[in-house]
């Protein structure tokens, strides 16, 4: 089975993050705990300053690494991910803040062979990094990684810069793209995706209702929404016809 064809189900289940409630996000640790867990794993992807793509959610340092505790970076503040070179990101530990335990960065790379290794599904959410690179440059950035791992078939890219997901499908037409909103949905909501050519739509829970559910359903789309951490809120949704949820608790 491919990614694009567990979109036919419902009931699926996201490791947002990785499993985030129980190992550090965006770790290699939290995918490995993840395995067995879910039917697919999200993770966020950023570019170093010198362009290589790594696992991150936020656009700074300082909430998810020991960055604001190392003499050499303290003239750095506010420790933006895009200042800071590949070398100068692997020297930093992500895992500690979360439970103490050291945990090394985790390159795209890193987690393309993992997934390969382990036949999982993979999200890879591009955040979005229009202030410091081109579009162009960050989808040829992130694609070729997933074109040297040649695993198309697992993975998904999805963003909240939209811009990104047409270069994404031009680049691969098979792999399946979704758009992220969190506040409103666009206008035009279906008119628009199809402008877009991607397969899905990710929606913030508060967001999802029926109808809008069920409209998306019915245009051909999958729909997944984040974050749900609550089991009777996930179920409601499934039964509205949304697809998967991303969630930080797995069972
Ligand atoms: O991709 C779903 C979800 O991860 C989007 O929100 O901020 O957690 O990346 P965020
Ligand atoms: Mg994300």
């Not at 579009?135 to 992130?142: G, Y």
């Not at 078939?153 to 031009?170: A, D, G, I, Q, T």
Request: glycine share 4%; hydrophobic share 40%; charged share 25%.
């Amino acid at each position: 089975m491919n990614f694009a064809e567990l979109f036919n189900r419902t009931g699926l289940i996201g490791a947002h993050r990785g499993a985030r409630s129980i190992a550090p996000e965006n770790t290699l640790r939290a995918l490995k705990v993840s395995v067995g867990h879910c039917d697919f794993m999200e993770v966020d992807v950023q570019l170093s300053s010198d362009g290589v793509a790594i696992i991150m959610h936020d656009d700074t340092l300082e909430r998810t690494t020991n960055v604001n505790e190392i003499e050499e970076y303290k003239n750095r503040e506010p420790y933006n991910v895009s200042d800071f070179s590949f070398k100068e990101l692997s020297s930093l530990d992500y895992g500690s803040w979360f439970d103490g335990k050291f945990e090394p960065l985790l390159t795209l790379s890193e987690a393309l062979q993992f997934i390969k290794e382990n036949r999982v599904f993979l999200n890879i959410e591009i955040k979005d990094m229009h202030k410091s690179f081109s579009d162009e440059q960050v989808v040829l950035l992130v694609l070729k990684e997933v074109e040297e791992w040649n695993v198309e078939e697992l993975v998904m890219f999805s963003s909240f810069r939209h811009e990104y997901l047409p270069l994404c499908k031009e680049r691969l037409p098979d792999v399946i793209t979704a758009a992220l909103v969190e506040d409103t949905h666009p206008n035009n909501l279906m008119e628009y995706l199809k402008s877009l050519h991607v397969d899905g739509y990710h929606m913030n829970d508060e967001l999802a209702d029926k109808e809008s559910v069920q409209k998306l359903r019915l245009a051909g789309f999958f729909v997944n929404v984040y974050t749900v951490n609550d089991p009777f809120r996930a179920q409601e949704l499934f039964e509205m016809g949304v697809n998967g949820i991303f969630s930080d608790f797995l069972e």
